[in-house]
């Protein structure tokens, strides 16, 4: 069981949005800064968004992040069918004092 | 070009030992503060431990406290993580990253991975 939860899978068309979430509590999502990284298994994962709502340099701006008390939210528009990939959110939890990762999202494009 | 490279990974028997590397190039290693990360199979990612720049703070997860341990040599730009008393749940592809902003929840540079196969 993950501290941070997210839906399990979501799916949408080439050229559409999708959004997904990660819920957290206070001593996570609530008082740090959140991450979001691509996830092909067996590959290095990819920094996607850090800081709730920031992007790397060369990750395009179709992907964004925002957060909103204990919940945040990536979001992707314009779809492509490379987009499909697990998707985790990752913060630190003090009360832990350890990061912690979402369950992780499969997303499809259909 | 900025990377890590694990190393060390391979087949133990339930109870015994393995000792990852995980060597920096391309950036100023000792600048960061780094993380292990791991994912077992059909699972999603773990966070596993974390040290600060100059190895004044470790950080563990509860699974793996008190038989892991992260160390850090930055004379040689290299990240250690010491795997005791490993057990079947342990058995995972384990990453090296990066953390660039410096609190542990941002990793920008990530390593290949090292399978740890823990046999009963």
């Known amino acids: 069981q993950s501290v941070l939860t997210q839906p399990p899978s979501v799916s949408a068309a080439p050229g559409q949005k999708v959004t997904i979430s990660c819920s957290g509590s206070s001593s996570n999502i609530g008082d740090r800064y959140v991450s979001w990284y691509q996830y092909l298994p067996g590959t290095a994962p990819k920094l996607l968004i850090y800081e709730n709502n920031k992007r790397p340099s060369g990750i395009p701006d179709r992907f964004s992040g925002s957060k909103s008390g204990t919940s945040a939210t990536l979001g992707i528009t314009g779809l492509q069918t490379g987009d499909e990939a697990d998707y985790f959110c990752g913060t630190w939890d003090s009360n832990l004092s350890a990061g912690v990762f979402g369950g992780g999202t499969k997303l499809t494009v259909l | 070009e900025v990377q890590l490279l694990e190393s060390g990974g391979g087949l133990v028997q339930r109870g015994g030992s393995l000792r990852l590397s995980c060597a920096g190039s391309g950036f100023t290693f000792r600048n960061y503060a780094m993380t292990w990360v791991r994912q077992a199979p059909g699972k999603g990612l773990e966070w596993v431990s974390g040290i600060s720049s100059l190895s004044g703070s470790t950080y563990y997860t509860g699974s793996v406290k008190g038989r892991f341990t992260i160390s850090r040599d930055n004379s040689k730009n290299t990240l250690y993580l010491q795997m005791n008393s490993l057990t079947a749940e342990d058995t995972a592809v384990y990453y090296c990253?990066?953390?660039?902003?410096?609190?542990?929840?941002?990793?920008?540079?990530w390593g290949q991975g090292t399978m740890v196969t823990v046999s009963s």
């Open positions: 990253a990066k953390d660039f902003r410096g609190d542990y929840h941002a990793f920008d540079i």
